[in-house]
């Protein structure tokens, strides 16, 4: 079933939670509403379901408008943070109540409720605790049970809030992983609402970034992580360094101009003596060791802490300049552990930075 989302807006007093969003879901697309706590997407997820009414703006499913449908009546599942199992009920007459609670004429026969628990519980991977209790479980197989009782209702559509929200970070990879899988056997329409970045960059097929109430930037998520659209989603999207200095004609100096590294920004020739801005990424800074007296020709900074684990060495550096960075801030770097061994340096050394890669934007 195909999502069609129009102009929809939502307030709350005198809060806007949603202004004039607009998307479109494909049949059969697992898409991640991704964004930063009170950005809106859990509202729109909450109209997309029918639990909560929008102010203007419409729902299509299939093309049908469904905007004053009952929640009932849309045929969709739903999975919370906090799973919502009965807890007096064993995990099969959890995943069993959706089907038991249908209209006389609409519910399947005991036998045929029998067959199909038991399939989704093997579909999930945890047929053997159909006599368990919530209690019995862990937060991960409880998750997958919550799952197993939305789809139990054969769901047009399936929407999940934060679903692995309250998991530990082992457990959520796990998961993450397991749900991509049963996505690409089931091909149900799915919408999550994460403010997990790697959570959505990892499991879905297009990722909506969302920012007070506005939609950011659509696309897949090596299109919204190679060419972010602003620099919110720049800032959302992993760890990022922002550097302070002027455009012009097509370039960008940071720092000062002898001492300063220029940046080629050629989508903004127009650009004269503008305030800009640059996001680089910590593994897109070349350092070398500097020496007194040698031209820069980058930024200058100060190693404070190497942190090294494994094959990555992450470095925190203060810019000489403290105009350069943002607000003055820590710089971070990311280099292999043999390349930051062979650079030989230690707390408080001077480096020098060069970004392979930056992101210029203007003012």
């Excluded at 408008?65 to 849309?74: F, I, P, S, W």
């Excluded at 159909?130 to 862990?138: G, M």
Aim: aromatic residues 6%; negative net charge; glycine residues 8%.
């Amino acid at each position: 079933m195909s999502i069609a989302i129009r102009k929809v807006s939502k307030d709350f007093g005198s809060f806007k939670a949603l202004q004039d969003v607009s998307l479109d879901i494909e049949s059969g697309e697992l898409v991640a509403l991704l964004g930063p706590s009170g950005c809106g997407k859990t509202t729109l997820l909450r109209i997309i379901a029918g639990l909560e009414t929008a102010d203007a703006g419409s729902i299509l499913f299939s093309g049908e408008d469904t905007t004053d449908v009952h929640v009932r009546e849309r045929n969709v599942g739903f999975v919370f943070q906090h799973y919502a199992l009965f807890r007096h009920m064993s995990v099969f007459d959890n995943v069993a109540f959706g089907l038991r609670m249908k209209p006389r004429a609409q519910r399947p026969s005991e036998t045929v409720i029998k067959q199909k628990v038991h399939e989704l519980l093997a579909l999930v991977q945890l047929d053997w605790l159909s006599d368990r209790y919530p209690a019995q479980l862990s937060g991960g197989q409880r998750q997958r049970i919550a799952l197993a009782r939305a789809l139990a209702v054969e769901p047009k559509v399936l929407l999940l809030d934060e679903p692995f929200g309250a998991l530990d970070a082992k457990v959520r990879k796990e998961l993450r992983r397991w749900l991509r899988r049963l996505h690409d056997d089931l091909h149900v329409t799915s919408i999550f609402v994460t403010h997990d970045q790697e959570e959505a960059l990892e499991v879905a097929d297009r990722v909506v970034l969302m920012n007070g109430g506005k939609v950011e930037q659509i696309g897949s998520p090596q299109q919204v992580w190679e060419h972010p659209a602003s620099p919110f989603v720049y800032g959302f999207l992993g760890d990022v360094n922002l550097f302070h200095g002027r455009a012009h004609e097509g370039e960008m100096l940071i720092g000062e101009d002898h001492h300063g590294v220029r940046l080629a920004s050629p989508e903004h020739r127009e650009a004269q003596n503008a305030k800009a801005f640059a996001y680089v990424r910590p593994h897109d800074l070349d350092i070398q060791r500097y020496t007194a007296g040698q031209a820069a020709g980058g930024i200058v900074a100060r190693l404070v802490r190497a942190i090294v684990v494994g094959p990555i060495a992450r470095l925190e550096l203060l810019p000489e300049d403290r105009s350069a960075a943002g607000s003055g801030d820590i710089i971070e770097a990311q280099i292999g552990a043999q390349e930051y061994k062979a650079l030989d340096i230690k707390d408080g050394d001077i480096v020098v930075l060069t970004p392979r890669k930056a992101r210029v934007f203007t003012a």
